[in-house]
């Protein structure tokens, strides 16, 4: 069973919040990266289980990256990590292809459950 993750977010303290909740439960994180295109790059590299994408950075934001790795997988699964108020945002990753979302501030229990329920 696949456990490979890709954390996708602009803020490097958010990736290592990220990181260390899920490798402390058993998760392995393959990558990481800082904005949308970096993660599109990376997952068509690192073909991981899942990726965690944040919705606001610079450069291309998560929901057209959403778009993009769906395009090259349309398997792929996605958890999207938003900020409180962005409810329409989320909406908009869901119907993009997200499977889950998460909001920041991080909940270590809630990324587990929507992980384990995406990839087990």
């Known amino acids: 069973m696949g456990r490979q993750v890709l954390i996708t977010d602009d803020t490097a303290f958010m990736r290592m919040t990220l990181r260390n909740i899920l490798e402390k439960n058993g998760y392995e994180v393959v990558g990481e990266a800082e904005d949308g295109q970096v993660s599109v790059d990376k997952y068509k590299e690192l ?46 990753a869901l119907n993009a292809g997200a499977r889950d979302f998460i909001v920041k501030p991080f909940q270590a ?12």
Request: hydrophobic share 45%.
């Open 109 to 120: 229990d809630r990324i587990i459950n929507a992980v384990q329920k995406v990839i087990g």
């Open 47 to 92: 073909r991981p289980d899942l990726v965690t994408m944040d919705i606001t950075m610079p450069n291309m934001d998560g929901i057209t990256a959403i778009k993009k790795i769906m395009e090259t997988d349309p398997e792929a699964k996605i958890v999207v990590c938003s900020a409180m108020g962005q409810k329409a945002l989320v909406i908009e």
